[in-house]
T-cell receptor, first 114, second 115 residues
Framework: EAQVTQNPRYLITVTGKKLTVTCSQN?????MSWYRQDPGLGLRQIYY???????DKGDVPEGYKVSRKEKRNFPLILESPSPNQTSLYFC?????????????FGAGSRLTVL | GENVEQHPSTLSVQEGDSAVIKCTYSDSASNYFPWYKQELGKRPQLIIDIRSNVGEKKDQRIAVTLNKTAKHFSLHITETQPEDSAVYFCAASKRGSGNTGKLIFGQGTTLQVKP
C-alpha cells in the first residue's frame, strides 16, 4: 500500500531534550516536506526537500533541522525543543513534475513539549 | 509572501443544506488550488482541486469555483450529510517552472452538519 509513515504518532517530552520524528514513504516520491498544524493557523511548511541531499527552509524553519540522505526518508529533528513547538506535525510527499503539488500526507505526529 | 485567507472559521448547517467556504489568495502567480478534508484525528486528504485555466469543477456533491480576477476561490458542498463534518482547508500553489510542491494553506473551516 502506498503510504507515508511517521513515527512516533504521539510524544510528550521536556524542554531541551533532543528528539527526532521520522518520516518514510514507499512511493519513490522525489519531494518531501514537513508541515505543522496549529489551531487558527492552518498548516505551515517547516522544511522541504526536492531530492536526496537537497533541502530548503519553508515558512517556519526556526528550531528545526532536516536531512535527506535517502530518497524514502526525511526525518525532522528538534535539537532543543521548546514549548512553542508543541504542535501537530505532518510529513508529506509528492512526485516531481506537474503533480508536485498533489501531496500525500502521513498520519501526523502530535508533539507536546513541557 | 503568498497568503491565503479562509472564511468562515466555523460553519454549522442542517443535513441536506448547502455549505460554502471561501478563500482569497494574494499571489497572482498562484495557479493551482486544492481543497483538503481533515476528519477528526486523521490526516488531510485531497478532495478536489482546480487549476487556473478552469473556472469551475464539480465532483458529485462538491464543486469548486475560481475567480482569478478577484483572486477568490470557493468550495461548495450540496446536500450535506453528517459524514461531511470535518475541517476543510483551502490552499494555493504554483505549478510549472520552479515548482517546489509547496502549498500555502488557509486557516481551516470546521464544518458541522447537524442530523
Amino acid at each position: 500500500e502506498a503510504q507515508v509513515t511517521q513515527n512516533p504518532r504521539y510524544l510528550i517530552t521536556v524542554t531541551g531534550k533532543k528528539l527526532t520524528v521520522t518520516c518514510s514513504q514507499n512511493m519513490n516520491h522525489e519531494y518531501m516536506s514537513w508541515y505543522r498544524q496549529d489551531p487558527g493557523l492552518g498548516l505551515r511548511q517547516i522544511y522541504y526537500s526536492m531530492n536526496v541531499e537537497v533541502t530548503d527552509k519553508g515558512d517556519v524553519p526556526e528550531g528545526y533541522k532536516v536531512s535527506r540522505k535517502e530518497k524514502r526518508n526525511f526525518p525532522l529533528i528538534l535539537e532543543s525543543p521548546s514549548p512553542n513547538q508543541t504542535s501537530l506535525y505532518f510529513c508529506a510527499s509528492s512526485i516531481a513534475g506537474p503533480r508536485a503539488n498533489v501531496l500525500t500526507f502521513g498520519a501526523g505526529s502530535r508533539l507536546t513539549v513541557l | 509572501g503568498e497568503n491565503v485567507e479562509q472564511h468562515p472559521s466555523t460553519l454549522s448547517v442542517q443535513e441536506g443544506d448547502s455549505a460554502v467556504i471561501k478563500c482569497t489568495y494574494s499571489d497572482s502567480a498562484s495557479n493551482y488550488f486544492p481543497w483538503y478534508k481533515q476528519e477528526l484525528g486523521k490526516r488531510p486528504q485531497l478532495i478536489i482541486d482546480i487549476r487556473s485555466n478552469v473556472g469551475e469543477k464539480k465532483d458529485q456533491r462538491i464543486a469548486v469555483t475560481l475567480n482569478k480576477t478577484a483572486k477568490h476561490f470557493s468550495l461548495h458542498i450540496t446536500e450535506t450529510q453528517p459524514e461531511d463534518s470535518a475541517v476543510y482547508f483551502c490552499a494555493a500553489s504554483k505549478r510549472g517552472s520552479g515548482n517546489t510542491g509547496k502549498l500555502i494553506f488557509g486557516q481551516g473551516t470546521t464544518l458541522q452538519v447537524k442530523p
